[in-house]
């Protein structure tokens, strides 16, 4: 008995005037849905470049598309992946509750919602120095289909962009993951911590 009257103290506790402030869960999980957003935008960008024809010097033509250079397969592939990630620690975050106080709230959760930031970061930090190492390397190709029909050049580069965007969103939302802000978004309920 005891044991639940310290548990009920601690929830009136929470409740009370001393309520702890959530805006750093808020802002981590508005910038998780923004990681998540912005990956699978630079992924479809990328995978839907348009076709490419280059005339060679010789008069002959080579049709290139995303798939013809590694990197921009990479950079989908892993952006790809990213936004699952992202999905399933958008769920652990509001699924669980993140209950940091409380003793009994499971460990596991917390634990993979760490090696998914991790693994999310990872991926689109590889991703995005893959894509802005194959712009440089791959520069006269790409910037040849830029005066062509097809808008192959325009979609790389929004891609690398979004990537790069997604990139500094996920290390966001694990800096603001562990930084307390001074201010709450939502009340906290009787479900919470």
């Known amino acids: 008995m005891p044991k639940r009257t310290n548990r ?17 869960k808020a802002v981590t999980l508005l910038l ?4 998540m957003a912005l990956a699978l935008t630079s992924a479809v960008v990328m995978a839907t470049a348009s076709e490419c024809t280059i005339y060679q010097p010789n008069g002959a033509k080579a049709t290139v598309t995303f798939k013809h250079y590694p990197p921009f397969v990479y950079l989908a592939w892993f952006n790809f992946v990213a936004t699952i990630l992202e999905a399933a620690g958008i769920y652990l975050q509001v699924g669980t509750g993140d209950c940091d106080d409380d003793e009994e709230a499971p460990k596991i959760p917390r634990i993979v919602l760490v090696a998914i930031d991790v693994a999310v970061l990872a991926l689109l930090n590889l991703a995005t120095g893959a894509v802005f190492s194959a712009v440089v390397a791959y520069g006269p190709q790409i ?21 790069l965007a ?8 694990a800096f603001f993951k562990d930084v307390p802000l001074p201010f709450n978004v939502w009340p906290m309920s009787s479900d919470d911590c």
């Not at 998780?32 to 990681?35: C, Q």
């Not at 289909?145 to 097809?150: D, L, N, V």
């Not at 325009?154 to 690398?160: A, C, M």
């Open 166 to 173: 997604a990139s500094i969103a996920a290390g966001s939302a």
């Open 143 to 163: 910037s040849a289909c830029t005066g062509t029909a097809s808008r192959f050049c325009e979609q790389v580069h929004r891609s690398k962009h979004f990537s």
């Open 8 to 24: 009920l103290a601690h929830k009136l506790e929470m409740h009370g005037a001393d309520e702890e402030p959530n805006g750093s």
């Open 32 to 35: 998780r849905l923004a990681t």
